[in-house]
T-cell receptor
Framework: LAKTTQPISMDSYEGQEVNITCSHN???????ITWYQQFPSQGPRFIIQ???TKVTNEVASLFIPADRKSSTLSLPRVSLSDTAVYYC?????????????FGSGTRLQVQP | EAQVTQNPRYLITVTGKKLTVTCSQN?????MSWYRQDPGLGLRQIYY???????DKGDVPEGYKVSRKEKRNFPLILESPSPNQTSLYFC??????????????????FGPGTRLLVL
């Protein structure tokens, strides 16, 4: 299974760009990288998913280098409402089953 | 509205008293899963189901049972709850049960959570 490592916490200010990096050294060929956002007392919510290079949607970008051993979630111009915990997830097929590995999460605090 | 629902949302029980937490999705998803979330440990997978009648253990299955008799429902059963099962539980579902290639990655949709306290 591909384990993930993320920073425990990050601080930022409104309007800044925030980059959160996740390490997944043992990622396999068919693994996907997905990021989720979680607010207190709510279930995680999908942000973005990628396999390689760069993916962008209306809320974030995901950068994955060629070796795929890490990935970086980029949040442009954060606001107070982006204060949340962000999880990096590697979705793998391990010995025939769908193995899901969540990182411990990065707590992002956005200050005014 | 497409959603995953869980019941109950909050539950206080005593050691050894069997309980069931229900999970239902209305999106015709094949894959369903249960997670527990504990401070400092993130989300850990308990059980998952690739499709009807097919279930398998996740990372922390001890003390839990599941069943998948129909596509939309995936109840979590604690036959004899213990205090170390006090946690926040999430059910999730996704369209397909396999992530077999670059075009098949599937996101998961999570329920609102069930907060369980075992005394």
């Amino acid at each position: 299974l591909a384990k993930t490592t993320q920073p425990i916490s990050m601080d930022s200010y409104e309007g800044q760009e925030v980059n959160i990096t996740c390490s997944h050294n043992n990622i396999a060929t068919n693994d996907y990288i997905t990021w989720y956002q979680q607010f207190p007392s709510q279930g995680p919510r999908f942000i973005i998913q990628g396999y390689k290079t760069k993916v962008t949607n209306e809320v974030a970008s995901l950068f994955i280098p060629a070796d795929r051993k890490s990935s970086t979630l980029s949040l442009p111009r954060v606001s107070l409402s982006d204060t949340a915990v962000y999880y990096c997830l590697v979705e793998a097929m391990d010995t025939g089953r769908r193995a899901l590995t969540f990182g411990s999460g990065t707590r992002l605090q956005v200050q005014p | 509205e497409a959603q995953v629902t869980q019941n109950p949302r909050y539950l206080i029980t005593v050691t050894g008293k069997k309980l069931t937490v229900t999970c239902s999705q209305n999106m015709n998803h094949e894959y369903m899963s249960w997670y527990r979330q504990d401070p400092g440990l993130g989300l850990r997978q308990i059980y998952y189901s690739m499709n009807v009648e097919v279930t398998d253990k996740g990372d922390v299955p001890e003390g839990y049972k599941v069943s998948r008799k129909e596509k939309r429902n995936f109840p979590l059963i604690l036959e004899s709850p213990s205090p170390n099962q006090t946690s926040l539980y999430f059910c999730a579902s996704s369209l397909f049960g396999l992530a077999g290639g670059p075009s098949l990655g599937e996101t998961q949709y999570f329920g609102p959570g069930t907060r369980l306290l075992v005394l």
